[in-house]
């Protein structure tokens, strides 16, 4: 009977109309437990607290905590910090310099490969419009060709005298291919099939 | 006892230390108070105390004269607890092992076991309600609580509006009070039976 009156009580609480009321009893709670309600002000409340038992609990929990958190006092350290702290400040002109160093080293980071791109082009710009400087550049760019076709040239030449020498060489190779090849059949289709009967 | 201060924060600025050092020793005990209410840890609290004590001293060209000083270094010490609250979420340390009781509470009134048994236990009953809060919420009621704080000048140590701050407070004591009714933390506030 007393859990049917309270979940009655409940769905009153709850209702559209009561709604309204409930946060203007929570803000006359607020201003209670901030101290800025008057004695009327905290007879109201509680006089229309008595209708909703719900809200009268969680009212009664607002002023245990508040109560419990008053009373709880300003702690002290239990060392004294002040000689702890002043051992660990950094000295002003340390920081000063420390400062300096970073600014500098900021500063440096974005300056230096501007600088250092500036002073290439510098060099380089005379150079670049002088005719002889890209001629050399071309007879330097087929030398090189040159040289790469002489090399490949070279390791086909080796490739086949060897093959010629050892014909067994080719045999083997193309032996080793067959078996990976065989056992990358074998192993795709066991896994496939076995992820097949999984799913 | 401002006049002296500002004298102090005049020399500090300057780089005295132990001019500094008397700002220490007149602000220990709210710095601390504050750090061991945020992290619920004697040990991290002393730590974070001297850790917003020189980050207090390093930006002291940045406090505005203007400010009251207490409101700024409990700033920056809520600030530094905020973060190291932060980093300890991400690092997921879990503070689920119940916290060693403060050092204070032990030795202050060791003559009656009695009530420094009640302390004790009161202590880690507010230790408990307040790790329930998100920081923001913690920060809130600590600074209105222990330091009496109105919501201007809480608004003000945490950078925020004073109806930001108001909204925190309401929800922190509404969590409180669902927290203390459903662990029935308070013999006439048991849970509701069903």
Known sequence: ?199 | MIDEEQVWLEQARRGDKSAFGRLIEAYQGPVYNLAYRMLGNSGEAEEAAQEAFIRAYTRLDTYDPARKFSTWMLSVTSNYCVDLLRKRRTLLLSLDEPLPPHPALMSDRADNPEVQAADSEREAMVQALLEHLPEDYRQAVVLRYWYDLSYEEIADVMESSVSAIKSRLFRARRQLAEVTIEEGMFQSLQPEPE
């Open chain 1, 1 to 199: 009977m007393r859990n049917r009156d309270q979940a009655d009580n409940q769905k009153k609480d709850e209702t559209a109309e009561e709604r309204m009321d409930q946060e203007e009893l929570y803000a006359l709670m607020m201003d209670a437990l901030d101290g800025e309600l008057s004695e009327a002000g905290l007879a109201e409340l509680e006089f229309h607290l008595r209708a909703r038992p719900r809200l009268a609990r969680e009212w009664e929990a607002m002023r245990a905590v508040d109560m419990l958190f008053r009373n709880s006092p300003v702690l002290q350290p239990a060392v004294n910090l002040r000689r702890q702290t002043l051992a660990r400040l950094p000295a002003a002109r340390q920081r000063l310099y420390a400062g300096v160093v970073i600014y500098l080293m900021v500063l440096a980071s974005g300056l230096i490969p501007l600088a250092a791109i500036g002073w290439i082009g510098l060099q380089i710009a005379p150079i670049l419009g002088q005719p002889a400087f890209w001629r050399s550049i071309w007879q330097g760019a087929l030398q090189f060709g040159g040289l790469l076709q002489i090399m490949i040239a070279a390791l086909l030449n080796g490739a086949g005298d060897f093959l010629r020498e050892q014909p067994l060489a080719l045999a083997w190779f193309m032996a080793l291919v067959g078996v990976i090849v065989l056992w990358a059949g074998v192993y795709n289709k066991l896994v496939l099939q076995t992820r097949r009967v999984q799913s």
